[in-house]
Each structure stands twice: as structure tokens, then as C-alpha cells.
């Protein structure tokens, strides 16, 4: 009985996940990559002011790397999720 929910679930599991492997859109990966740069670039900003002392370098440094690590982060995400390794 245990064996048969495992593969069942096991079944249902692998039918969903091949249906949905592909389904990442460049959209999705626009929108992942300007959340997560919100919060790396608050971490930057808090870092630069601890170390510089001043908040206008601080800023000036966020918003540079914002800019730079969203664009690296698109692409890299893109490129990983046409390798199919370890999916």
C-alpha cells in the first residue's frame, strides 16, 4: 500500500514536472531578476554605507550594480534553463 502511493505519487510527480520544465518564460526570469536585485542591492547599499561611511557613495555604488547584476542574473538564468542537466 505504501509502495503503491510512492509510485503513484512518483508517476504524478514526473508527468507534471515534464509538462512543466519548459514553462519558464523570459518574463518570469525578468521579473525574478529585479526582485532578487531589490534585495542585493539593499544588501550592496548597507554594505557600501557600513564600509565608506558616506550614503550618497553608498547609493551611487547600489545603483550601479543593480543595474549590472540584473542583466548578468537574465542572461544566466536563461542559459541555465536550457541545460538540462540535473533536471
Do not use: C
Amino acid at each position: 500500500m505504501i509502495t503503491d502511493q510512492f509510485i503513484l505519487n512518483k508517476k504524478s510527480t514526473n508527468a507534471s514536472y515534464k509538462t512543466d520544465k519548459k514553462s519558464e518564460k523570459p518574463a518570469r526570469s525578468v521579473v525574478k531578476s529585479i526582485s532578487w536585485r531589490i534585495i542585493g542591492t539593499l544588501d550592496t547599499i548597507l554594505i557600501s554605507w557600513f564600509v565608506t561611511g558616506t550614503l550618497a557613495v553608498a547609493f551611487s555604488i547600489g545603483i550601479v550594480e543593480l543595474f549590472s547584476k540584473m542583466i548578468l542574473y537574465f542572461f544566466h538564468e536563461r542559459i541555465w534553463n536550457n541545460i538540462s542537466w540535473g533536471k
